[in-house]
């Protein structure tokens, strides 16, 4: 997957592909996905042809080993269906969208000094029930339960706020208010 990778943005680059992105044609995600498809479409086509240079190995460009260790392990959990690569991309850009939602909320809250509060809620933004007790998690912060769940509340609103937020941003025009959250969950179930 690295190797396919590196090629497809190598490709890229040297064909200076990115300027032929028209942002009033398509969104750059949807952009680079066409791209991708028809590019390991390609690749698959020259690997089985030795004559175009199949037999020829790929040197990775870079290599961060810690980089892609953590990939790697992640991908482990990512079913092997070579049919259905559209849905794994677009799985894997939801998963990205809500990390990414969730390391900003995680940022604002401890810039706002509610870094602990936002730890020890974290696992509930997710509708998961948090390690321990609200009772025992309200005691240790100094606060009352009830507080402590109106917090969770609201961090759960803001985060799918975000959420929201950054599928317009990355979707445009083709997601209508309201639609964004269906759109995600439907790029999850794929």
């Known amino acids: 997957a690295r190797d396919l990778t590196q090629g497809l943005f190598t490709a890229l680059l040297e064909r200076r592909d990115f300027g032929k992105a028209d942002r009033e044609r398509a969104r750059f995600r949807s952009y680079l996905s066409a791209c991708a498809r028809h590019w390991l479409a390609n690749q698959r086509d020259r690997e089985r042809t030795l004559k175009r240079g199949g037999a020829v190995a790929i040197v990775p460009l870079v290599v961060d ?10 991908l482990v959990r990512e079913p092997i269906d070579a049919r259905d690569a559209e849905a794994w991309f677009e799985r894997r850009w939801a998963q990205a969208l809500i990390e990414h939602a969730l390391a900003e909320l995680a940022a ?3 810039a706002a000094g509610r870094g602990v509060v936002f730890e020890l809620v974290e696992p509930s933004l997710s ?4 390690p321990r007790p609200w009772a025992e998690l309200a005691h240790e ?3 009352t339960e009830g507080a402590l769940r109106v917090a969770a509340h609201r961090l759960r609103q803001r985060f799918r ?3 929201a937020r950054e599928v317009r941003e ?3 025009d083709d997601v209508t208010e309201g639609e964004e959250l269906a759109v995600l969950l439907a790029a999850l179930q794929g």
């Open 170 to 172: 990355t979707l445009g």
């Open 161 to 163: 706020e975000r959420v």
């Open 108 to 110: 604002e809250e401890r």
């Open 65 to 74: 080993d810690d980089a892609v260790a953590g990939e790697e392990r992640r």
């Open 141 to 143: 912060l100094g606060t």
């Open 127 to 130: 509708g998961a029930s948090p």
